[in-house]
C-alpha cells in the first residue's frame, strides 16, 4: 500500500483536546485513580483464559461426546475473542498496567489467539488509531474487493449482496490471521518500515512469526491429534469453528464502531491534510454503542466506547464508563458530534443497513 504522508489540521482555536484531556485528567487525580487497570480488569483476565483454556484441557482429559466437544470448542472461540479484547488489547496499548513488562506479557497473549505482536500493533495502533477509517489508509476499511466497507472503495455488482454475504466472512477474521494475514503483514509492514515505537530487527521479526505460528500450531492442532482418539478432520473442525465464533465475534464488534451510517469517511485534501485535528476527527469516525449494557461493556473489553477509546488509547477500557460522560459533555459543548447508538440491537441493524447502502451502485446514488 503506497500512500502519500496524511497530516490532521492543527486549527483548533476553541481548543476541544486540551479542555477535555485537563478534565480527564482532573479526574483521575481527584480520584486518586491510575489510569490503568484495577482488580477488576485482573478478575475479568483469569475470567477471559479459564473460558478460552479450560474447554481446551476437558477436551484432552476427559472422554466427552461428540456434542460436548462442540460445545467446549464453541466456549472456546467466546474465551478467544474475550482475551483479545480484555487482555491482549489493553496490553499491546500499554493500558493494562503501569508496569511495561506486565503489558508486554499480556500484550504477547495474542501469540495464542493466532496473530503476531508487531503486526498487531502497526495495523491497529498505527494505522487504525492514527488514521482512523481514512480510505487506503487505515487497513481496517480495507476488505479486499469482496466486501465495500466505504464509500470511497470500488464497487462491484455483486456488492449489492454484501448485506446477506458479510455475516458469512466476518468468522473467518482470526483464521485468517493464522495462515495467511499474518505473513503478508510482516512483509507489507517491514518493507515500509512500520513500526509501534523502535522498529524491530527485521530477522528476529520473521523468526518470532515463524517460531510462534510452530508454537501454535503444536498447540491447537499437534497435540489434540496426538492425544485425542477422535479423526483429523473433526479436529480441525473444532480448530476452524474455535476460530470461526472468536472472528464473528471480533469482527461484529470492529464493524458496529466503523461501519455504521454515523461513522464519516473522510478523505484529505490535495495537499495531504485532513479537516480537522486529530482528536477532532476521532469523534466523526467512531460510533458508541450499547453502553449502558453491563453486560456488553463488560464482555467487549470497553470496545463499545470507541469514542473514549480512540481520544485516550492509552487508558484502560475500565475507566470508560466513568470518563464518557466527561468526554460525551465536552464534545456538546463544543458544538462537535458524540455518535453513539443507544442499544446494540440498533448499531446491528445499522451496520447492514449501511452495507446495503453501500452496495448499491454508486452512479445511482453519488
Do not use: C
Amino acid at each position: 500500500m503506497n500512500t502519500p504522508q496524511i497530516k490532521f489540521s492543527r486549527k483548533d482555536p476553541a481548543q476541544f483536546f486540551k479542555t477535555l484531556n485537563q478534565r480527564v485528567n482532573s479526574y483521575f487525580n481527584e480520584n486518586n485513580i491510575k489510569k490503568t487497570g484495577n482488580w477488576a480488569l485482573h478478575f475479568k483476565t483469569v475470567v477471559m483464559f479459564s473460558l478460552f483454556l479450560a474447554p481446551y484441557f476437558l477436551i484432552l482429559t476427559l472422554n466427552l461426546a461428540g456434542s460436548a466437544n462442540l460445545l467446549l470448542t464453541i466456549v472456546m472461540g467466546v474465551g478467544m475473542a474475550g482475551v483479545g479484547m480484555n487482555v491482549m488489547h489493553d496490553g499491546n496499548h500499554g493500558a493494562y498496567s503501569n508496569k511495561k513488562w506486565v503489558n508486554k506479557l499480556m500484550g504477547s497473549s495474542i501469540y495464542i489467539l493466532a496473530g503476531n505482536v508487531y503486526n498487531w500493533q502497526v495495523q491497529h495502533n498505527v494505522l487504525h488509531h492514527t488514521y482512523t477509517n481514512i480510505p487506503e489508509h487505515d487497513e481496517d476499511l480495507d476488505a479486499g474487493r469482496i466486501l465495500r466497507f466505504s464509500k470511497h472503495a470500488d464497487w462491484k455488482k455483486y456488492h449489492k449482496f454484501q448485506h446477506i454475504y458479510s455475516i458469512l466472512l466476518y468468522g473467518l477474521l482470526t483464521f485468517n490471521w493464522a495462515i495467511t494475514t499474518d505473513f503478508q503483514q510482516m512483509y507489507r509492514y517491514t518493507k515500509r518500515k512500520l513500526s509501534y515505537g523502535k522498529f524491530p530487527n527485521i530477522v528476529w521479526n520473521w523468526s518470532t512469526l515463524f517460531v510462534t505460528k510452530m508454537i501454535y500450531v503444536a498447540i491447537w492442532i499437534v497435540i489434540p491429534m496426538v492425544f485425542l482418539d477422535i479423526a483429523w478432520y473433526q479436529i480441525l473442525l473444532g480448530f476452524f469453528i474455535m476460530h470461526y465464533v472468536a472472528g464473528l465475534i471480533l469482527s461484529m464488534v470492529f464493524q458496529l464502531a466503523h461501519v455504521v451510517d454515523h461513522a464519516d469517511t473522510p478523505l484529505p485534501n490535495k495537499e495531504g491534510t485532513m479537516k480537522n485535528t486529530w482528536a477532532i476527527h476521532q469523534l466523526f469516525t467512531t460510533v458508541n454503542f450499547g453502553t449502558k449494557n453491563r453486560l456488553v461493556n463488560w464482555f467487549t473489553g470497553g470496545l463499545n466506547h470507541q469514542v473514549e477509546h480512540h481520544i485516550f488509547p492509552n487508558i484502560s477500557h475500565i475507566h470508560y464508563t466513568n470518563i464518557a460522560k466527561i468526554v460525551k459533555e465536552t464534545a456538546q459543548e463544543f458544538n462537535l458530534p458524540y455518535n453513539e447508538y443507544k442499544t446494540t440491537r440498533k448499531a446491528i441493524i445499522s451496520h447492514f443497513k449501511h452495507l446495503r447502502q453501500l452496495g448499491k451502485e454508486p452512479s445511482l446514488q453519488y
